[in-house]
DNA sequence: GTGAAAGCGCTAACAT
DNA sequence: ATGTTAGCGCTTTCAC
């Protein structure tokens, strides 16, 4: 018994079904010019052959093969395992598939995209780190649009969805000084990103506006990790040169997560009572009973849509929407992490809507 | 500016490098027959021109697409995480891609199957749920191999590449015997699926071993989740009926953490003073300063190089292997969540290998 | 509503 | 080493 044996093809199907070959085709395109009961009698021999449109074939004359590629950067951060099961879901529900790639945080994603033009996708997601313009203009050049998710390239052709993230970053701010919050310390991810940037300069600007010194703001890098947050957080504490924060920012959630760890497992230390944590994304892990995590929710179904919007997959004749940078506000949910001043009492109403 | 703008073809290349449309191509296959200047002249005229080659036309004649579609269950869980991650990276690695599925938990991958095969994948991995055996002869009548990882099918002719599961589950009830403990309660997963099972079928052959009574033991199931987890594990603890056990196995380390977690903020439970845990998967999230689990280390990357070598994508021609069970010995990980009696006390080294 | 013919972009076989 | 020819399985005109 040998592999690759004889796949039914249309002519088979055809054959069988006395029908010309593409009578089976239009028997599997929907909206077609093709007798009902031709239809269902191809549709019999078929089944009869467990016969398998090729779709390979067909994309190479209609030109589009219903599939999206999608570029991970940081898998480790449950964030993007959820953008991945947001687009899966969305896009099998369209009958189009996902080609997935994962890129290390911190490479960049020419390759990867290279990789992609050869299975002439129908569009591309970019959640990784760095691109350059060159493979924007070539993927735009070729028709294919592309979308960065949660990042954006200033002043640049690609087209990007993401978070309000300064404005984010000043609500976690705002929370802080409504609980009273008077030294401040801030985690920060990838320095080169835009996202951890935004976050970062939100939080301080609010601040600033409070009349606190920048100097007086505690920044450390977490390299956007579990771990690198872990120790950012410790060497925070640890540093007698300055005064301890009552106040941390982690840039991310599951930076937020290390860094909690971190300081009750090695140092003792209480949340909020001895430090209140704000954070970012709201990841389903935010709410678990150990973290309970203060957080600005990044609404991911909204982003998928304007991303899918962006994309128009369905309307491929439309020109590339180029330079759009289209911000979501995120919203402040409130749990454990920073203690709720009374005046906010009322909407610590936490695990509803997106 | 109008999208589906004219890609390169070899024919553009070939008219601007003054050769013929085949050279083009064997300019791009490695291996081929043609002189090292003529390769470089046409790879210079296929950068000016950004030209791609287009795998979709490729695999019509070579009837290999390069593509491995690879069909996820339960995403929440960060063990699948890890493995998505393992083949992602090995199959870029090899020039291949991974096609993505999602299926919800507990969903037939049927459906999942059929758009695979439009695609014309050289092969498929399963770590969802269901799968009719139906689908399988479809996939091998049509020549694609298909492994199930993580899971098998008894009896039939499907694949499959796991852990020992029954194995590991002894190791984790050894280890309870071996810390003292006298009264034993397990929270286990998808009642239908082998995985869960297996390891508590394991478990409970070791404690009948000891004189242990089966119907001493606890049973409650957790559906695989987090959530799922917590809550079965405060039944246990509130079912007054029935004394506490002082051992309790998660069938999986992201259930364990549900259940420790519910434990402990809930009951005020301590770990393992009040209760010890043992569970199964090392996920890098079991080494967390909060869990510290004691568990049965699943050895992705052994499991990963077996599911490929089942696969055999390098020889197409090779029949495709039926009904192999590839069980892989797991290793247990000592770390808090169980007492380290003395007699093992030098085991406790954790970090190393896989 | 159906069939005949051409062609998508490439690789494989053969000829030179 | 290179060119010529055919054909992978489908969709798309265009006749009928």
Same mark, same amino acid.
């Given at each position: 018994?040998?592999?690759?044996?004889?796949?039914?093809?249309?002519?088979?199907?055809?054959?069988?079904?006395?029908?010309?070959?593409?009578?089976?085709?239009?028997?599997?395109?929907?909206?077609?010019?093709?007798?009902?009961?031709?239809?269902?009698?191809?549709?019999?021999?078929?089944?009869?052959?467990?016969?398998?449109?090729?779709?390979?074939?067909?994309?190479?004359?209609?030109?589009?093969?219903?599939?999206?590629?999608?570029?991970?950067?940081?898998?480790?951060?449950?964030?993007?395992?959820?953008?991945?099961?947001?687009?899966?879901?969305?896009?099998?529900?369209?009958?189009?598939?996902?080609?997935?790639?994962?890129?290390?945080?911190?490479?960049?994603?020419?390759?990867?995209?290279?990789?992609?033009?050869?299975?002439?996708?129908?569009?591309?997601?970019?959640?990784?780190?760095?691109?350059?313009?060159?493979?924007?203009?070539?993927?735009?050049?070729?028709?294919?649009?592309?979308?960065?998710?949660?990042?954006?390239?200033?002043?640049?052709?690609?087209?990007?969805?993401?978070?309000?993230?300064?404005?984010?970053?000043?609500?976690?701010?705002?929370?802080?000084?409504?609980?009273?919050?008077?030294?401040?310390?801030?985690?920060?991810?990838?320095?080169?990103?835009?996202?951890?940037?935004?976050?970062?300069?939100?939080?301080?600007?609010?601040?600033?506006?409070?009349?606190?010194?920048?100097?007086?703001?505690?920044?450390?890098?977490?390299?956007?990790? #579990?771990?690198?947050?872990?120790?950012?957080?410790?060497?925070?504490?640890?540093?007698?040169?300055?005064?301890?924060?009552?106040?941390?920012?982690?840039?991310?959630?599951?930076?937020?997560?290390?860094?909690?760890?971190?300081?009750?497992?090695?140092?003792?230390?209480?949340?909020?009572?001895?430090?209140?944590?704000?954070?970012?994304?709201?990841?389903?892990?935010?709410?678990?009973?150990?973290?309970?995590?203060?957080?600005?929710?990044?609404?991911?179904?909204?982003?998928?849509?304007?991303?899918?919007?962006?994309?128009?997959?369905?309307?491929?004749?439309?020109?590339?929407?180029?330079?759009?940078?289209?911000?979501?506000?995120?919203?402040?949910?409130?749990?454990?992490?920073?203690?709720?001043?009374?005046? #906010?009492?009322?909407?610590?109403?936490?695990?509803?809507?997106?």
């Amino acid at each position: 018994m040998v592999r690759r044996q004889a796949r039914a093809t249309s002519f088979d199907v055809a054959a069988l079904a006395g029908v010309s070959q593409p009578v089976v085709s239009r028997a599997f395109t929907p909206n077609s010019r093709i007798a009902p009961e031709t239809r269902e009698r191809v549709l019999e021999a078929a089944r009869k052959l467990n016969y398998v449109p090729n779709s390979i074939a067909s994309s190479l004359t209609t030109k589009r093969t219903n599939i999206v590629a999608l570029i991970l950067g940081n898998l480790a951060n449950p964030f993007y395992v959820h953008v991945l099961h947001a687009f899966s879901k969305r896009m099998q529900a369209e009958g189009r598939q996902l080609l997935v790639f994962t890129v290390d945080p911190g490479a960049d994603s020419d390759e990867a995209i290279l990789h992609v033009l050869k299975y002439q996708v129908d569009g591309v997601i970019l959640t990784a780190a760095q691109l350059s313009t060159r493979m924007i203009s070539i993927c735009h050049d070729r028709g294919i649009p592309i979308v960065l998710f949660n990042r954006y390239i200033p002043g640049s052709d690609a087209s990007g969805v993401r978070c309000d993230n300064a404005g984010g970053g000043r609500l976690i701010a705002e929370a802080f000084l409504a609980a009273g919050a008077k030294t401040f310390a801030m985690i920060t991810g990838d320095p080169k990103g835009t996202t951890s940037q935004d976050r970062a300069r939100g939080f301080v600007e609010r601040l600033l506006e409070e009349g606190i010194k920048r100097s007086d703001i505690i920044e450390v890098e977490g390299q956007s990790s #579990y771990e690198g947050a872990a120790s950012a957080a410790l060497s925070i504490f640890k540093d007698k040169s300055r005064p301890k924060p009552d106040a941390l920012f982690g840039i991310n959630d599951i930076m937020a997560m290390g860094a909690i760890d971190a300081l009750r497992s090695r140092l003792g230390l209480s949340i909020p009572n001895d430090l209140m944590v704000g954070s970012f994304d709201d990841i389903p892990e935010a709410r678990r009973a150990p973290y309970q995590l203060t957080t600005v929710r990044q609404p991911i179904d909204r982003m998928v849509e304007e991303t899918l919007s962006i994309l128009h997959l369905d309307e491929p004749d439309l020109p590339i929407e180029r330079g759009i940078d289209r911000p979501i506000q995120g919203r402040l949910i409130w749990r454990n992490t920073i203690p709720v001043p009374p005046a #906010y009492r009322f909407e610590k109403t936490d695990e509803s809507g997106s």
